[in-house]
């Protein structure tokens, strides 16, 4: 079984709708992110949260909302989706060591028309 | 934050090849991570290197840290078909809480 888990893989859906992205992780990491990858921007951190009761801001968070349900749980929400979050979605974990390696997950292809 | 820039954003070879893959930037990194990613899913580790001047072997990649970990690179020896796919460096910074930058991704196509 993979180790960090994204649901749904793909979605489509429209402007101004809701939506929510979930991320499970089995490595026992502490520390969890969201990030969006576009062709020619490479991959852009959203939030990020190293424990449960902590969440903290990316690069690109205006339009994300986060929830930290348990140590192993991270969802991402849309709360009004438009065009420009058209874009590849990728949750990942790492340990608090010294490296902070990044683990991914197999990603999230979200299109909003 | 820390930029890192990536050289060359596509490189098309083929089979048989050598190639060098670059990671730059003004800044030091404590750490440094390279990853390769196919189409339709997230990035997998490659390797980690921790200290300057660090090179590490993974069968036909040879990876490496500069002397003032400000700059890696990645070199394939014989490149083959199934290398094909976007190479991303990370770099890891800041104290306490580390912050880590991508890259932007080199696109490798080796050609049969």
């Known amino acids: 079984d993979a180790d960090v888990t994204q649901t749904p893989r793909n979605r489509i859906t429209k402007t101004g709708k809701r939506i929510m992205l979930e991320c499970s992780q089995t490595?026992?990491?502490?520390?969890m992110y969201w990030y969006r990858q576009d062709p020619g921007l490479g991959l852009r951190l959203i939030y990020y949260s190293f424990d449960v009761k902590d969440i903290n801001k990316g690069e690109i968070s205006d339009g994300y909302s986060v929830s930290r349900q348990a140590q192993a749980k991270f969802s991402l929400s849309l709360e009004s989706a438009i065009p420009n979050q058209t874009a590849l979605y990728f949750c990942?974990?790492?340990?608090?060591?010294?490296?902070?390696?990044?683990?991914f997950g197999p990603g999230t292809r979200l299109t909003v028309l | 934050t820390q930029l890192l820039e990536q050289s060359p954003q596509f490189l098309s070879i083929q089979e048989g090849e050598n190639l060098t893959v670059y990671c730059n930037s003004s800044?030091?990194?404590?750490?440094l991570q390279w990853y390769r990613q196919e189409p339709g899913e997230g990035p997998v580790l490659l390797v980690t290197v921790v200290t300057g001047g660090e090179v590490k072997k993974l069968k036909r990649l040879t990876f490496q840290f500069g002397d003032a970990r400000k700059d890696s690179s990645l070199h394939i020896t014989a490149a083959q078909p199934g290398d094909t796919g976007l190479y991303l460096c990370?770099?890891?910074w800041g104290g306490g809480y580390q912050k880590v930058t991508f890259g932007i991704g080199t696109k490798l196509q080796v050609i049969p």
């Open positions: 990942a974990t790492s340990d608090a060591g010294s490296t902070d390696t990044q683990y």
């Open positions: 990370a770099g890891a």
């Open positions: 490595k026992g990491h502490d520390r």
């Open positions: 800044s030091v990194f404590s750490s």
